[in-house]
Nanobody, 121 residues
Framework: QVQFVESGGGLVQPGGSLRLACAAS????????FGWFRQPPGKERELVAR????????DYADSVKGRFTIARDNGKNIGYLQMNALKPEDTAVYYC??????????????WGQGTQVTVAS
């Protein structure tokens, strides 16, 4: 079973950038597609980016397409989310998780604590 530790969040001004990291342990990370989810205050958690086993197969929610880039380093068991041109509506707690790539459904592992991203001037 994979465990996740997210990091890299913080307070950033609109238009700024952040790079989130997801350290995975407990299983071979490279065996799983994974995704980045976010949960804005008072809202449901949503999938914003996903990457398959091969690093070239990715997909993004329309709200982040062209601004966010998901990546993975299977050798280091780390996933990344590069976030550029951030907007106030990107404010949320961000989580990584293994997923079923086709459906975007998260796996059965527990969620990590997430990392808070706040976009404000």
């Amino acid at each position: 079973q994979v465990q996740f530790v997210e990091s890299g969040g913080g307070l950033v001004q609109p238009g700024g950038s952040l790079r989130l990291a997801c350290a995975a342990s407990g299983a071979t990370f490279s065996h799983y597609p994974f995704g980045w989810f976010r949960q804005p205050p008072g809202k449901e958690r949503e999938l914003v980016a996903r990457i398959h086993l091969g690093i070239l197969t990715t997909d993004y929610a329309d709200s982040v397409k062209g601004r966010f880039t998901i990546a993975r380093d299977n050798g280091k068991n780390i996933g990344y989310l590069q976030m550029n041109a951030l907007k106030p509506e990107d404010t949320a707690v961000y989580y990584c998780h293994t997923i079923d790539y086709s459906s975007g459904t998260p796996g059965f592992e527990s969620w990590g604590q997430g990392t808070q991203v706040t976009v404000a001037s």
